[in-house]
């Protein structure tokens, strides 16, 4: 089965500083890998996707992911946080079918950026 | 281009009663999805869709709970009878992809229910 696992509830950072969401892996063959952020009474928003190639994957809103298939993780990554940034964030991966693909959410980290 | 548009937003029943949920998915996507999210917890896939026909309904409460998608547009969610449990946030997402390639799902607002 696939699935994904956010190891920390929540966290913390103060704006300005880098801001690190950890996200680990499961799947069998190659993985399709995802990051969706949620804010308060919003549906998802898509950040960024790795399929194949670079490791290191750059989204939206300055945020990137490097995939690393020694750790099975693809940590999402903000070089200088941002108090707007506070939100939800979901890592998911994406099992490719012929009538369509699904995609398994994990729990996800809930991110508090202080001003 | 449109977003993914979901009604109602908000629902407040009482336990035992019904609920229904409409989803209209972006023009020309192939696959509709409808994802139960509880409180504190990831989004779990309920229902998928593509075009008309259901492709995974696994973790449907096929008991209480109850999907469709006429003409492989638009889709209804339905729960009959409701319990304490099913309070959650409704989301509905839909995706060009019909499995060529791992593209990105867009997500509606959501609808929120409370089972009293």
Known sequence: AQSVAQPEDQVNVAE??????????SVSGNPYLFWYVQYPNRGLQFLLKYITGDNL????????AEFNKSQTSFHLKKPSALVSDSALYFCAT?????????LTFGGGTRVLVKP | ????????????????????????????????????????????LLIQFQNNGVVDDSQLPKDRF???????VDSTLKIQPAKLEDSAVYLCASSFSSGGGPGELFFGEGSRLTVL
């Open chain 2, 66 to 72: 109850s999907a469709e998608r006429l003409k492989g």
């Open chain 1, 94 to 102: 994406m099992k490719i079918k012929a009538a369509g693909n699904k």
């Open chain 1, 16 to 25: 300005g500083n880098p801001l690190t969401v950890k996200c680990t892996y």
């Open chain 1, 57 to 64: 994957v750059k989204g939206s809103y300055g945020f990137e």
């Open chain 2, 1 to 44: 281009e449109a977003g993914v548009a979901q009604s109602p937003r908000y629902k407040i029943i009482e336990k035992r009663q019904s609920v229904a949920f409409w989803c209209n998915p972006i023009s020309g996507h192939a696959t509709l999805y409808w994802y139960q999210q509880i409180l504190g917890q990831g989004p779990k």
